[in-house]
């Protein structure tokens, strides 16, 4: 570990405290989680589910690992840096987010998240605190309770931080999907119109009378699979109607109500996956293009952006390797189908991954489409 040097102390999880470093061989910021316990072999630490996923996992919205150190028994996990996490930012927020900027930082969450469910995992711990921003970039971080999907339930471990917690696992369905990350997401973007939780639960049975406050206490003809495990629990909910959400947030429109109530379908086939919920009505605006332009990590990104004039035909030149010991950065620019947005096509290669990132330097954003292999 002496290739790096420790600045300040950022975090302190279940499993892992995590630092602010120097890579004094590249001069680049990262972070290094030091992991709680001892690893005494390294298949241990390769077989850790945090590894294993962002090994496999390649996304400009998922952190990225850069590098695995075992050193005297111990397991030092280092990331590209981020500045903070969702949570700080809207605990330092002094007004509301504009519903353009909440779409902007969903938008990037749900292409994550699609691109982790599509590769065969899901979280099962997303909340404020794990999804890092910098310069208005949001990525999905620890992946500490991560889960294959083809993975065989029963899913008997802890999972996810309560006022997130699906009720199919309240109730201890122990077969539950990724329909439980896409209640988290509903839970998130709830809380960054209002800036505080949607279900404060103190306890988990709070939690699910918290959620019968808001969406009306189930029945069978809203979640027939609920009724078992609410039998197997012995559990008796208060009957409650639901409330009228947009009194709850009002400063969100109804197209972002309609999304957060399918989200939080207390039936978890009801809930669209990531990829259905990016084409709900909420993220098609006018012109709007979602993801920002900045992404300090991106240097080649930030060139075509800052300059004045967008490139217009393909450059050879533009194909170098990248200092970036993650991935193979290559760039290419073409010329835009959509002339008068000026719009820059970029593709970046990853091994066999390519990403195709669309710019639009006289507007507000960029979008960042799917992976693509080949
Ligand atoms: N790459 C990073 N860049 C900057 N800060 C980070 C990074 N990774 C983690 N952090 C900070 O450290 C905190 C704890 O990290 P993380 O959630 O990965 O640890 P953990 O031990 O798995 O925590 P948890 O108790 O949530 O499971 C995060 O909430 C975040 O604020």
Known sequence: MEKYRLIKEIGDGTCGVVYKALDLQTNDVVAIKKMKRKYFFWEDCMNLRE?????????????????????????FIIFEYMECNLYEVMRERVTVFSEEEIRNLMSQMLQGLSYMH???????????????????????ADFGLVRETMSKPPYTDYVSTR????????????????????????????ELFTLSPLFPGESETD?????????????????PEGMNFLRANHFNFFQFPPANIADIIPNASSEAIDLILQLCSWD??????????????????????????????????????????PKLELNLWDFGAEPDDSFLGLTLAVKPSVSDLGITVLLRFSGPMCTII?????????????????
């Not at 599509?118 to 999905?140: A, Q």
């Not at 199919?168 to 077969?175: H, R």
Request: glycine letters at 6%.
């Open 358 to 374: 669309l710019l639009a330097p006289d507007i507000s954003g960029s979008q960042c489409y799917e992976q693509c292999a080949g």
């Open 207 to 223: 939690q699910l009378h918290k959620i019968c406050a808001v969406l009306g206490t189930p029945d069978g003809s809203i979640w």
């Open 268 to 309: 978890p086939l009801r809930r669209p996956t990531a990829e259905q919920s990016l084409q709900h009505p909420f993220f098609h605006v006018k012109t709007w293009v979602p993801y920002p332009l900045k992404d300090p990590y991106y240097p080649r990104l930030n060139q075509t952006v800052s300059g004045a004039t």
């Open 118 to 140: 599509k590769n065969g995992f899901f979280h099962r711990d997303l909340k404020p605190e794990n999804l890092l921003v910098t310069n208005g970039i949001i990525k999905i």
């Open 163 to 190: 006022w997130y917690r699906a009720p199919e696992v309240l109730l201890q369905s122990s077969s539950y999907t990724s329909a439980i990350d896409m209640w988290a997401v509903g839970a998130i973007l709830a």
């Open 51 to 75: 590894v294993k996923a962002l090994r496999r996992l390649d996304h400009c919205n998922i952190v990225k690992l850069k590098e695995i150190v075992r050193e005297n028994n111990e397991l």
